[in-house]
């Protein structure tokens, strides 16, 4: 059975930091996209980042709205994929949800709730 494990949430004054990681058990995630998306209440699921890995590559994406605050990573090695969030701002607020795929498969975590509020 495949799990993916959120945890790093909290609640952060704006401007904070904080760490996301999403560990993942019953898959090997090696070979698979993984991604952060997020959902603030009354708002749809959007993305906000991704990381691919083709032939020894890594491709990031990001939303336009964290480019330059956000860094996504993954530790193979670890099953783990990671979200630094610095320079947080009330509009991150969200749960943040962990997300692995292939061209078959798409698996997702049970979210961490992330607030940013003074």
């Known amino acids: 059975q495949v799990q993916l494990v959120e945890s790093g949430g909290g609640l952060v004054q704006p401007g904070g930091s904080l760490r996301l990681s999403c560990a993942g058990s019953?898959?090997?995630?090696?070979?698979?996209?993984l991604g952060w998306y997020r959902q603030a209440p009354g708002k749809q699921r959007e993305l906000v980042a991704t990381?691919?890995?083709?032939?020894?590559?890594?491709?990031?994406e990001y939303a336009d709205s964290v480019k330059g605050r956000f860094t996504i990573s993954r530790d193979d090695a670890k099953n783990t994929v990671y979200l630094q969030m610095n320079n947080l701002k009330p509009e991150d607020t969200a749960v943040y949800y962990c997300?692995?795929?292939?061209?078959?498969?798409?698996?997702w975590g049970q979210g961490t709730q992330v607030t940013v509020s003074a």
């Open positions: 990381v691919t890995k083709r032939h020894r590559t890594y491709f990031v």
């Open positions: 019953g898959i090997i995630f090696n070979g698979y996209a």
């Open positions: 997300q692995a795929g292939d061209s078959t498969s798409n698996y």
